[in-house]
């Protein structure tokens, strides 16, 4: 290898590193850190409109600062909003108040897909979410 070639390589590596440093700060950018819940997620939600109408466990009720739902009575801490595919994904960091163990408290992820004005989909991660229809 010819002392030469060396510089070669390094040239075309340095364009590559910056090119990979913008990218990673364009991704952190993406994330939006919200002091509640958005509006238009707020409000009651179940799995059909039928379970609207009783007291349905799985039903899910979001407030700017609250959650009530299957995973008890918590309070929100922050939101992230990211840019997905098809619109905003929410990720709310809720506190919540953990009955099974010594710690008054335990701390978990709701992830919020809005799929259009009346739906949206729930859960504490993406492989197990569900819909909900908003209730009137």
């Known amino acids: 290898m010819s ?22 700060q364009a991704a952190i ?6 002091g509640s819940i958005p509006e238009t997620l707020q409000g009651s939600w179940a799995m059909s ?3 609207c109408k009783i007291a349905d466990k799985s039903a899910v ?12 009575n918590c309070t ?15 990720s709310a960091r ?12 335990s701390e978990t992820n709701l992830v919020i897909r809005p799929d259009d004005t009346n739906q949206i989909s729930v859960g ?5 979410l569900k819909t909900y229809q908003r209730c009137r």
């Open 3 to 24: 002392p030469t070639s060396g510089g070669c390589v390094m040239r075309k590596a340095i364009p590559l590193v910056i090119l990979i440093a913008i990218s990673s």
């Open 29 to 34: 950018a993406d994330v939006k850190r919200h």
């Open 49 to 51: 409109a039928d379970a």
């Open 61 to 72: 009720a979001l407030a700017a600062k609250t959650y009530t739902g299957p995973a008890g």
């Open 76 to 90: 929100v801490m922050w939101v992230s909003e990211t840019a997905g595919p098809h619109g905003a994904l929410y």
């Open 94 to 105: 809720l506190r919540c108040p953990n009955e099974d163990t010594q710690q008054k408290w």
């Open 124 to 128: 504490p991660d993406f492989g197990s």
